[in-house]
């Protein structure tokens, strides 16, 4: 089956909500992000094995890249919410990594994340899609999500996470300037 989330899109998209709170998690919070998060960022976004597993970070980032980022993310009118993931409160990094919440229609988001390398397989994604599906900030009923079938560590995430495999796509990469094969799922809510 190949889906591309853009065809589940209504021709009329909500209005995003501009106030976007912290969520815990058992390790971590998600939070905002703000502008101080720019260097760890730059940091781990511009790592090749990080940009390879995205569809929209390029490598090597161009300069600025981060700040537009930051400025999108903070933005009263954005399409998306996202959040650090922040361990400074547990002695740890202000930046573990980014999750994101996409609005494509009044009930329905796509989740994102990437979690920085010093912190794989340490089970920091999976304790930030369960928070954040369990936040459910955008009182989303389904909730999407895709990978690139060269990640299986992220398929894992979401099947942890109670999400559905329902089929193939493909998305563009910047990162690899091509076309990837991608697993598509989705979480009913409620």
């Known amino acids: 089956m190949h889906m591309n989330l853009d065809q589940l899109k209504s021709p009329e998209r909500p209005a995003p909500v501009a106030l976007q ?17 720019s260097g760890l960022l730059a940091l781990y976004a511009g790592d090749q094995r990080v940009a390879r597993m995205t569809i929209s970070i390029p490598h090597p980032l161009p300069p600025g890249a981060i700040d537009a980022y930051i400025s999108r993310a903070t933005a009263q009118d954005r399409g998306s919410d996202i959040w650090a993931l922040d361990a400074s409160g547990q002695g740890g990094s202000e930046v573990l990594g980014v999750i994101s919440l996409k609005r494509i229609d009044t009930a329905q988001s796509e989740i994102g994340y990437w979690v920085a390398p010093p912190f794989w397989n340490t089970g920091h994604g999976s304790e930030a899609v369960r928070a954040l599906v369990e936040a459910n900030p955008q ?5 999407f999500a895709s990978v690139f079938q060269d990640n299986a560590a992220s398929a894992r995430v979401l099947t942890n996470c109670g999400f559905e495999y329902i089929g193939d796509a493909e998305a563009y990469c910047l990162a690899r300037s091509a076309k990837v094969p991608t697993w598509t799922y989705l979480r009913r809510m409620g």
């Open 21 to 37: 709170a912290d969520i815990p998690a058992e390790r971590f919070m998600l939070r905002p992000l703000r502008r101080s998060d």
């Open 139 to 143: 009182n989303s009923s389904t909730i």
